[in-house]
């Protein structure tokens, strides 16, 4: 019995994060109000977490869950001076209507995007935006957005609890902004967007490396925004970036589990569909004219590689010159480390290490486990494999996925096997 509990117990805890934002969206339109809605969301778990293992997990959990939610705020709302107000909000909510607007082709039905919009809205700092969104979207931790924006845990998480507080000192609504705050708020829904496919594909935390389902639906919310936003050129660029990199999951996964980089994957494997609807997108951002946004420069990058017939194809010296580009656009740590790779592809490892040396010391990147692991990478293709080791080494101690880690420490291994024992 014991067993059975523990294996509902898991699937719940499963359904919980592929359903969670749903259900937070689906309330917050509901009720006015974030933090509340997270806390009728909880409820509604608890109440799962008790029921579930009696009666099994419904067809449609988030339904479930969200039902649950709605009774449980009712049930308050009856002792509330204003419950007739909130009674009809909510019958406004589950009939789709908006009482305080006339209904146009300019709103988005689509409650997660809406929350998107919220969590960005101008009351808030742009750090913020993109740390509650996150949070409260995807239902990332406070660790997770640390590691994906480089800053410590604790200022993820005060951000947070601030954005919050401000949204609802300011009595937010949760409704899709007009259009003359679109562009105000667009790059940092992209931004947003963009950071839930790269937790999908390269997941921080946790036994699994890629979360497909959460890339998966950062595509989703893509292609709703580039469709809502056709004349702006990054939208359709980030489209086109999510869905060439998203053509290459069945292949970067061996039947073991373990990554396969990019250079030995099976090209027969992409999703030639996913790809010809990325090039088309990026056909779409160029048509519009102008010069090309960071979004549009990393999709001519992932287009290159999408277009090579195999990895010896791929023409490294037009990738190192777009990421020339890409940081006179776009000139963060991240993406200079990734400039060092393209020039040691294009020109060589010394070229590589040349351009990676002044990241050593970027505070930065610190913590970032791809800095020691780029630098292996490199060390090892010019022969100095006991420096490779060490360099592999020091990634693996950096890298909170299990998955990662287990790569690197094999990476170390080939480096150099008579290397001594990193416990030693």
Known sequence: ????????????????????????????????????????????????????????????????????????????????????????????????VDEAHEPDETRIDDDLLRLVFVCCHPVLPPASRVALALRVLCGLSTEEIAHAY?????????????????????????????????????????????????????????????????????????????ELVPDHAEAHALVALMELHGSRFAARRAPDGSAVPLAAQDRMRWDRLLIAHGLAALDRADALGGQRGPYALQAAIAACHARAASADDTDWQQIAGLYDALVARLPTPVVELNRAVALGMAY????????????????????????????????????????????????????????????LLRRATDADPLGSDPAS
């Open 348 to 407: 060589g490892p010394d070229a590589g290490l040349e351009a990676l040396e002044p990241l050593q010391s970027d505070a930065a990147l610190a913590g970032y486990a791809l800095l020691p692991a780029v630098r292996g990478d490199l060390l090892e293709r010019l022969g100095r494999r006991s420096e490779a080791r060490q360099s592999f080494l020091a990634a693996a101690s950096l890298t909170s996925n299990e998955r990662e880690r287990y790569e």
């Open 150 to 226: 480089l800053v410590p845990s604790a200022t993820i998480g005060q951000r947070i609890t601030r954005a919050k507080r401000a949204l609802s000192a300011a009595n937010v609504p949760f409704e899709v902004p007009d259009r003359t705050e679109f562009d105000e708020r667009l790059a940092s829904v992209l931004e947003v967007v963009y950071l839930v496919f790269n937790e999908g594909y390269a997941a921080t935390f946790g036994d699994e490396w890629m979360r497909p389902t959460l890339a998966e639906e950062a595509m989703r919310l893509g292609r709703v925004l580039a």
């Open 1 to 96: 019995m014991s067993t059975e509990r523990s294996t509902v117990a898991r699937e719940i805890e499963t359904v919980w994060r592929l359903e969670a934002a749903k259900v937070v969206a689906t309330l917050a339109r509901m009720v006015g109000d974030l933090g509340r809605a997270e806390d009728l969301a909880q409820d509604a778990l608890v109440e799962a977490m008790q029921s579930w293992p009696r009666t099994g997990i419904p067809r449609n959990p988030a339904a479930w869950l969200t039902s649950v939610a709605k009774r449980r705020a009712i049930d308050a709302w009856r002792r509330d001076e204003r419950a007739a107000e909130k009674y009809a909000l909510i019958a406004a909510a589950e009939n789709g």
